[in-house]
């Protein structure tokens, strides 16, 4: 019997549900929106190079923490792996850097459901969706982990069918079947095409790639409450490489033949802007009427599928970390579905008050907190990659078996010595050029998650007096086993 279970969290989580989620997870607003904009900054030749190396970054980090979960398949996740394997102090700040990106994160899908409606009802108060929206996700969360991974299930859904039918249409006009005259090679040769801005392009688009990405490692949390998480985890990990290339490369090939980079709509597409989206314009070339009012509605599940993430996500970090006797004791409290309610509760608090510091400051206090939680997934992933590079060294010093391992991560230790370069170099090109020009304050705003997160970090470990774990007394406890 797993140790999740024993504590009152319920395996509830189908194979339908993990698969779901792990293609959820890096599929929103980046791809259906910014997008564009990647491809105007950098080319569709640069936009390409991006995603892909971000896109093999990503697929080893989510292989190394797909290891790591088949193994020891808990809610922490990577908070408990860092704990376990690197430092309690690394796994106190990965914890907590982890649920206020989350935490803050659901109140901005709060404000981006508002300003999405307003396609349909423009004189509608923006304040009345948002409550609605925040009802719904609570609701959702708050009955059981299965109806998380139900309502998951349905958003990803809609999504995965959106691109589907988009990458159909976009192969369509590429041969001139639909939309007029075949495109050919042109827009691949317009202007500077197909590498915009060289190098400096690239690294641009790259750190769009990777908040686009974010997400994905939600497999790890959602695997403490997954029915057979040595045969669903693996699974779910392993359409991370797929997706990647069959949504995002796919779906970027496309934009960049049918558009040129140089169209000026492309720049034009946010949040307050769907009918600029590379996919509505698409499908408006397409002969494809009431496009935007489509694209609204799928960005629209887009917005509720990342709130709903957001609100599970950052109640299980909690809940772990009270478990783990890093967060107050009251937040231990689990419903009789098996849901961390006083975590919900915290967390849904914590949301409405920065959703409500968005409405009385306008956009600097929401900006402030917006810019702090953007940094905490790279974060995440950096935390992932130094975790399961000890993990595995740990493993085989206490003279542990690998072929006893049900799933290990690819390219050992090559994938998380890369993916923890790759991820380095875009924590620290964030807003490097203000750095070296000397405009620090300038650059404050980008950098105060890695400065909230050093913080914890060294905050914990000077009261604690933590030091580096030892790996040959590396606890391992907690190994998933088959209950007979």
Not at 418 to 431: E, K, S, W
């Amino acid at each position: 019997m797993s140790e999740e279970k024993e504590e009152g969290l319920k395996r509830s989580l189908k194979a339908r549900h993990l698969n779901m989620i792990a293609i959820g997870g890096a599929i929103g607003t980046g791809l259906f929106v910014a997008s564009g904009a990647s491809i105007s900054t950098a080319g569709p030749g640069g936009a390409l190079v991006a995603y892909g190396l971000i896109g093999i970054m990503v697929y080893f980090l989510m292989t190394s923490l797909g290891e790591m979960a088949t193994f020891m398949p808990v809610s922490g996740s990577f908070e408990t792996y860092a704990t376990r394997f690197v430092d309690p102090a690394l796994g106190f700040a990965l914890g907590w850097n982890y649920w206020y990106n989350w935490a803050i994160t659901v109140a901005c899908e709060l404000v981006a459901g508002a300003i999405v409606m307003k396609f349909w009802f423009p004189d509608t108060p923006g304040i009345i969706w948002s409550a609605l929206f925040l009802v719904i996700l609570f609701t959702l969360n708050m009955i059981s982990a299965r109806m998380y991974g139900e309502a998951e299930f349905w958003f990803a859904g809609i999504k995965v069918a959106t691109i589907g039918i988009f990458l159909v249409v976009g192969v369509l006009m590429i041969f001139g079947i639909m939309g007029g005259k075949a495109p050919g090679f042109h827009n691949w040769t317009v202007g500077n095409a197909p590498f915009n801005g060289g190098f400096g392009g690239i690294f641009a688009i790259a750190m769009v790639a990777g908040f686009s990405f974010q997400g994905t490692e939600l497999v790890g949390v959602a695997a403490g409450e997954s029915e057979d998480p040595q045969k669903n985890v693996p699974k779910a990990i392993n359409t991370v490489f797929w997706r990647i290339l069959i949504f995002y490369i796919g779906a970027l090939t496309i934009v960049g033949f049918v558009l040129p980079y140089t169209d000026p709509n492309l720049l034009k597409a946010g949040e307050d802007n769907v009918a600029m989206s590379p996919f509505t314009l698409i499908f408006e070339r397409a002969g494809l009427g009431m496009a935007a009012a489509v694209m609204n509605a799928v960005i629209l599940t887009s917005v509720l599928s990342c709130g709903n993430s957001g609100l599970y996500a950052s109640t299980r970090m909690l809940y772990a970390m009270a478990q783990e006797g890093k967060a107050p004791k009251f937040l231990k409290k689990v419903s009789k579905s098996g849901v961390p309610i006083n975590c919900l509760y915290f967390t849904t608090a914590v949301s409405v008050i920065a959703f409500v510091g968005y409405l009385i400051g306008e956009n600097s206090i929401y900006l402030w907190l917006v810019s702090a939680s953007g940094m905490a997934g790279f974060i995440a992933w950096l935390g992932i990659a130094i975790s399961h590079y000890r993990f595995r060294k740990a493993y085989v010093l206490q003279g542990k078996d690998l072929n006893d391992l049900k799933y290990k991560s690819k390219l050992f230790p090559l994938g998380p010595i890369i993916a923890l370069v790759l991820c380095t170099v875009v924590i620290i090109g964030q807003d490097f050029g203000a750095i070296m020009s000397g405009h620090f304050l300038a650059a404050l705003p980008t950098y105060i998650g890695l400065i909230l997160f050093l913080v914890l970090y060294i905050g914990y470990k000077i009261v604690k007096k933590t030091k580096l774990v030892n790996l040959a007394e590396a606890d391992f406890s907690g190994e998933y086993k088959e209950e007979a």
